[in-house]
């Protein structure tokens, strides 16, 4: 997989793509994340890639031009599965659309900055429209960011234990069951006696009901949805 990353401030991203899963997934051959620097593809002299709305009001919009320069000349390299923006008014991302999108060969996204992109990007390029969540953050490379982590690690391979993905919340549904680690009793409270009893059939029954009982909990829409 490939995910190219448009943004005005790529460093934002780059010690988060040089850490932990996204660097194993990276070294493993899996993914190549490219961040790219929008003023790279600017022709006006002091690099600006961004100018005053039309109609007046408050805020810059990033501009067509260096934006479809760089989305041109990525595309002219090769096929993409998917363009992605991110904005608050994009499909609120869930687990599903994780999972989907774990599919995809090659990937661009584009990070918002300012009061957005100019609209005529998103009505000729943009496949995907992806929000994180009802806020607003002050550029998409926080949800770029986000996005590409819950989709990397879905990648076989990309996480030590292969089933552990699959077992995480949502996977199923259900959010994920407690759990714990050694030691078996800390100042007073100890790990439930079922799952150090080894007996494989009763741990697992035990650990669905878990899942039940705190999805009823603290998601009850889940189970209905
Ligand atoms: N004027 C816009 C907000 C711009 S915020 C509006 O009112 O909808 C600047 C950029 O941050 C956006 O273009 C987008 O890329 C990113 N962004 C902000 N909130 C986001 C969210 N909840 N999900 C995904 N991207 C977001």
Not at 52 to 66: N, R
Not at 178 to 189: I, L
Request: glycine share 8%.
């Amino acid at each position: 997989m490939r995910i190219d990353i448009i943004s005005v401030v790529p460093n934002l991203m780059s010690s988060f793509f040089e850490h932990s899963i996204c660097k194993r997934a990276a070294n493993a051959g899996l993914v190549e994340v490219v961040l790219h620097d929008l003023h790279d593809f600017s022709e006006k002299k002091h690099k600006q890639v961004d100018d005053y709305p039309f109609g007046g009001g408050a805020g810059m919009v990033i501009a067509i031009e260096p934006l479809t320069k760089c989305l041109d000349t990525l595309m002219a390299e090769r096929t993409y599965d998917e363009v992605i923006f991110f904005s608050p008014d994009g499909l609120v991302f869930k687990q599903g659309l994780a999972n989907q999108l774990s599919l995809c060969t090659n990937m661009i996204f584009i990070c918002g900055h300012y009061k957005g992109i100019d609209e005529r990007v998103r009505e000729k390029y943009v496949t995907k429209e992806i929000s994180i969540g009802d806020y607003v953050l002050s550029g998409g490379e926080l949800a770029a960011a986000v996005c590409a982590d819950a989709i990397i690690r879905l990648i076989p391979g990309a996480i030590g234990d292969e089933m552990s993905a699959l077992t995480d919340s949502f996977q199923d549904g259900l959010l994920a069951p407690p759990v714990y680690t050694r030691p078996a009793s800390f100042q007073g409270m100890d790990v439930p006696e079922i799952l150090r009893s080894g007996n494989d059939k009763l741990i697992e029954a035990w650990r669905h009901e878990q899942a039940v009982q705190r999805t009823m909990q603290r998601r009850p829409d889940l189970l209905t949805d």
